[in-house]
């Protein structure tokens, strides 16, 4: 399945959230346009009704110009109605509301009867018809009224709900897509685009989001690189210290010691390598076991620690052997001090499992670089000095 951008999906939602909205205005239009269709029809029929009603109660041939000012009221007030005729028997106009215009001529128009105006749409038809029946003495005589629609009015009130239809419809679209866009940025593409960064950098992780999937993601991705730093950092002291003791491993001294040579030759210093053996550790190992002879070399492993100076190396080469590093001395004299210092702190007595014990140790110096200008032959002379 082709992946999406979380953009193309939000673009994707506000184009379907705009077509659906196109879609409720524009039922709405319509809904406001047969609303609009059906005032219209309800008005010109009730003015048509009354209008043949005052006409089959006044309308005589002798008195035709009696009703001429009820039918150009009708028009004044009703701006739907553009025009009525009365016609006679013979379909002539025998009156014409605007008579004072030239262009008056309907005859083209075919006219629906005024009973139907319902069922027909009043924005596309012209004209109704109606006929009145009155009586000469005993002698019946009709009359037509033709009433045709003003299209330029029904036309523009259809333009003018278009407009503000169209206009609602603009703003509040625009109002709406801006508002989804701007909490899509803050709350969805930002947060996410903080947590690629992270996801790829691995450092500046971000506070917690608002979203509640999107801060489950953080979360896993905090606790993973966590969980791999640790790793890393486990991984690291297995491969540089001593599983017991905690110091630096034969690997890790033999880094430091390359390290120690290319500083001293560059600075033109000296530094000295201290090897230590316990002495007679065999018998306590082979008598007590190897556990007890683990708490024994875990107890010199502290007192080597807090015995040497901050910027002291300390290794366990394996077995009882172990080895102090001093990286900077003024004179001969300051490695004695502190080989002597050692080898009285070892000497002290301790207790294990309630038991007194007293571990002493033999101890042999070599310096960089008379004694050696490699850490193989460093550390063989310190062990043949030993």
């Not at 608002?210 to 896993?220: A, D, G, L, Q, T």
């Not at 001593?242 to 290319?262: F, M, Q, T, V």
């Not at 190992?285 to 190897?290: F, M, R, V």
């Amino acid at each position: 399945m082709n992946s999406i951008s979380i953009k193309s999906f939000i673009l994707l939602i506000i184009f379907v959230a705009f077509a659906l909205e196109g879609y409720i205005f524009y039922s709405f239009f319509e809904n406001s346009k047969e609303t609009i269709s059906k005032l219209l029809q309800t008005s010109i029929q009730t003015d048509v009704l009354n209008l043949k009603h005052f006409m089959e109660k006044n309308l005589k041939q002798k008195d035709i110009n009696f009703i001429a000012s009820h039918i150009d009221n009708i028009i004044i007030i009703n701006p739907t109605v553009k025009d009525i005729h009365i016609l006679d028997n013979s379909q002539n106009i025998i009156y014409h509301a605007n008579i004072r215009y030239e262009d008056h001529n309907h005859s083209a128009q075919k006219c629906l009867p005024i009973s139907k105006i319902i069922n027909t749409n009043i924005f596309t038809q012209e004209c109704y018809s109606f006929s009145i029946k009155t009586f000469h003495g005993l002698q019946p005589k009709y009359y037509y009224a033709n009433v045709y629609i003003d299209e330029a009015y029904t036309h523009g009130l259809i333009a003018q709900q278009i407009r503000k239809i169209l206009v609602a419809f603009l703003v509040s679209t625009f109002v709406f897509i801006l508002f989804l866009w701007i909490l899509s940025k803050i709350y969805i593409i930002t947060p996410l685009e903080k947590l690629r960064q992270y996801a790829y950098y691995s450092r500046n992780p971000p506070k917690n989001f608002f979203v509640k999937e999107i801060e489950s993601i953080r979360y896993s991705l905090n606790m993973t690189f966590k969980r791999l730093q640790q790793e890393q950092e486990e991984l690291y002291n297995l491969s540089t210290k001593d599983p017991l003791s905690g110091l630096y491993n034969r690997l890790s001294l033999i880094e430091k010691i390359n390290w120690l040579i290319a500083k001293s030759k560059r600075d033109k210093s000296e530094f000295a390598i201290i090897f230590l053996d316990l002495d007679n550790f065999k018998n306590i190992n082979d008598s007590k076991g190897h556990a007890f002879g683990d708490k024994i070399l875990l107890h010199i492993a502290q007192v080597l620690l807090k015995t040497t100076r901050e910027n002291d190396i300390v290794a366990r080469l394996g077995g009882d052997e172990f080895v102090v590093i001093l990286p900077d001395f003024t004179n001969e004299n300051t490695i004695i001090e502190i080989a002597q210092r050692l080898k009285e702190t070892l000497a002290t007595p301790f207790q294990i499992e309630h038991e007194e014990y007293q571990i002493t140790a033999s101890m042999g110096i070599a310096i960089y670089p008379k004694d050696g200008r490699d850490v193989q032959t460093l550390l063989k002379n310190a062990d043949i000095a030993m």
